[in-house]
């Protein structure tokens, strides 16, 4: 399985995160719309989460709202701190914390849960294949960095640690303090944070082909 290291530049590529055109929309919104429904289907295999939905599923447990509003909530606060690193957001952040959290939300209402072991397997290996396409269309556009991401990246520049470390801490606490809330941690969790990297490197290698062949 060959990876991608690096963000293919793509037809669709804006100039900066607000050069929003409409040969945009169809990456931007599939991938993130993708990404939405892979979270979804990991919560539905009861077998865990992401750790950053781990953590949304404890805040919705305790202020009795969906899982979805929790997300959204959550990627607001986040929002918040990136003022004072001075991060800029960009189209795709905006886009990014409203259609990912919507589709979250449809996914864990009409998903049906799998009562068995097969059916959370194929939930699981679908998660991690699914939002490493919507994140692989998502990161081409060039149109700003999700919440998350964004913060990663700031505490990067500003704290001089290397983005991996910066990346695992913030994993790990908002992992800790999803479970201490009440989010589901489970085996999922684990197959997911082994795994993503991979699946999204496979999938920008994939999407950096295919573009190659059609400028061909």
């Not at 429904?37 to 919560?43: D, P, R």
């Not at 004072?84 to 259609?99: D, M, Q, S, Y």
């Not at 990912?100 to 290996?125: E, R």
């Amino acid at each position: 399985m060959k990876l991608s290291h690096r963000i293919p530049v793509t037809p669709w590529r804006a100039k900066n995160p607000w050069a929003f055109r409409p040969r945009m929309t169809l990456p931007l919104l599939v991938g993130l719309a993708i990404f939405g429904f892979g979270e979804g289907m990991l919560v539905q295999s009861h077998w865990g989460a992401t750790p950053w939905t781990v953590f949304a599923q404890g805040i919705a447990k305790h202020a009795s709202i969906s899982i979805g509003w929790s997300t959204a909530l959550i990627s607001c606060v986040v929002l918040l701190a990136w003022f004072p690193l001075r991060e800029r957001p960009g189209f795709g952040t905006v886009a990014n914390l409203v259609i990912i959290a919507y589709v979250l939300d449809l996914t864990t209402t009409f998903l049906a849960v799998p009562h068995n072991a097969i059916g959370k397997s194929l939930y699981v290996v679908g998660a991690v294949v699914v939002i490493g396409i919507g994140s692989a269309l998502y990161l081409t556009t060039g149109l700003g960095p999700g919440p998350r991401d964004g913060l990663m990246t700031s505490l990067h520049r500003h704290l001089h640690v290397s983005v991996v470390y910066v990346r695992l801490t913030l994993e790990v606490l908002v992992l800790v303090a999803g479970w201490l809330l009440g989010g589901t941690v489970g085996v999922g969790t684990a197959v997911f944070a082994a795994t993503i990297g991979f699946s999204i490197g496979a999938n920008l290698h994939a999407l950096d082909f295919i573009v190659g062949r059609a400028q061909r």
